[in-house]
């Protein structure tokens, strides 16, 4: 028996990310109501600090390498952009259909589709970057000895 065609199985095929990322027009969120929204949407899965039961930590995701966390085990759809950056243009786009973006994603959610609501839990995203270092979550650098 033959293996079945996958999406991602083709390195030349254009994820829907690169096809239209160019074009977006992301509208301004609310980082307060995003932590909201965040709360009551995806803390089920995720966590900020640790990696949960489905779904990694998310307080350093903004400008983090695609299917990076070590210790979590990433879709094939997802281990296959690993060269990618969670970006803006690409959480906005993710949260509104994660299955769009990686085909048999095992993320089981429909998505936000209000763009002021998605922008808000981005933007919220984006925040909690700022928080890293001093929440430990990643180590600082060492000083050069």
Not at 16 to 30: K, M, N, S
Not at 59 to 74: C, L, N, Q, T
Not at 96 to 113: D, L, Q, R, V
Not at 117 to 125: G, I, Q, T
Request: proline share 10%.
């Amino acid at each position: 028996m033959e293996p079945s065609f996958k999406p991602y199985d083709n390195p030349e095929r254009l994820t829907i990310i690169e096809q239209i990322e160019p074009d977006i027009d992301i509208p301004d969120g609310d980082p307060a109501r995003g932590e909201r929204i965040f709360k009551a949407v995806c803390t089920s899965c995720h966590q900020l600090d640790t990696n949960g039961f489905l779904g990694p930590r998310l307080r350093d995701v903004f400008e983090r390498k695609i299917a990076s966390v070590r210790g979590f085990s990433y879709s094939p759809s997802m281990t296959t952009k690993r060269s990618g950056y969670w970006t803006k243009k690409r959480l906005y786009l993710y949260l509104k259909n994660p299955e769009a973006m990686f085909p048999e994603t095992t993320m089981y959610f429909e998505g936000i589709k209000d763009p002021y609501d998605r922008a808000s839990v981005v933007e919220y995203l984006i925040f909690l970057k700022s928080t890293v270092n001093k929440n430990n979550t990643k180590p600082n650098p060492r000083p050069n000895s």
